[in-house]
């Protein structure tokens, strides 16, 4: 396999994080819609509603598996690597709480954030494997879209808001970084408003992400109460 470059820094997975984010708020201001009656569908079984979010994991998580690549790439920088894990940590657990508080009956046991902790750490002994991580990507990936076959995780008796279990999802981020050993994150992103838009929110990801719903469940809760009257 041909070495990829990895010294120099990737528009592309700002750009990639950038458009998960817009279809997250669009994801969560539909949920929030349909959730106080404002829009009316079936947004846990329709097709598309299925397959929107799960989409947006997988660009997450393909995003984890490719940055890390590009972060640890001479070695594992121990330091930088906890201090983010640490970080993620405490915002999943924090929502925990927060879910718990709000909405015993849906709390966030492991959601998003959970998953990118507990993924990230078990990436780190695939990332100078790119042959070996697309293996088991497909080895997770295959029996769960074909078969809905899946290596058993955590799961609470309660529904919760955000559930994303490990497998087959640790398959993006292996894909992330065969895709970065293949020199994916090389490729030019132009230049103009629409990437550079992309670009900032990519940058700003993790600060969007832990804020737009409880902005956009709150305006969409507002606006119920003063349209009810």
């Known amino acids: 396999m041909k070495t990829a470059k990895f010294n ?7 750009a990639i994080r950038g458009f998960t984010i817009i279809l997250m708020i ?4 539909s949920f929030d819609l349909n959730n106080f009656g404002f829009l009316k569908t079936d947004i846990i079984h329709s097709p598309f509603w299925y397959a929107f979010p799960r989409l947006i994991v997988f660009l997450f998580l393909f995003a984890v598996g490719m940055s890390l690549t590009l972060a640890h790439h001479d070695k594992i920088h121990w330091k930088a690597f906890w201090k983010r894990f640490l970080k993620i940590c405490s915002f999943a657990l924090l929502i925990s709480v927060v879910t718990y508080i709000l ?4 709390w966030i046991y492991f959601g998003t954030l959970h998953a990118i902790a507990l993924i990230s750490l078990m990436s780190l002994p695939f990332l100078k494997k790119p042959k070996l991580a697309l293996v088991i ?9 074909f078969f809905d076959k899946n290596i058993p995780w955590i799961s609470l008796a309660h529904g919760s808001w955000d559930y994303i279990s490990p497998f ?4 993006a981020s292996l894909l992330g970084i065969f895709a970065a050993h293949k020199g ?3 490729i030019n992103v132009p230049h103009n408003h629409l990437t550079r838009s992309l670009n900032f929110l990519g940058k700003h990801s993790f600060f969007i992400y ?4 409880p902005i956009l469940f709150g ?9 009810a009257h």
């Open 8 to 14: 120099s820094r990737s528009t592309l997975i700002d």
């Open 26 to 29: 669009i994801f969560h201001f």
């Open 103 to 106: 909405f015993p009956e849906n």
């Open 137 to 145: 990507a497909l080895l997770l990936f295959i029996p769960s879209v």
């Open 168 to 171: 087959p999802w640790f398959g």
């Open 184 to 186: 994916l994150h090389l």
């Open 210 to 213: 832990l804020t737009h719903q």
């Open 219 to 227: 305006a969409v809760y507002l606006f119920s109460k003063v349209t």
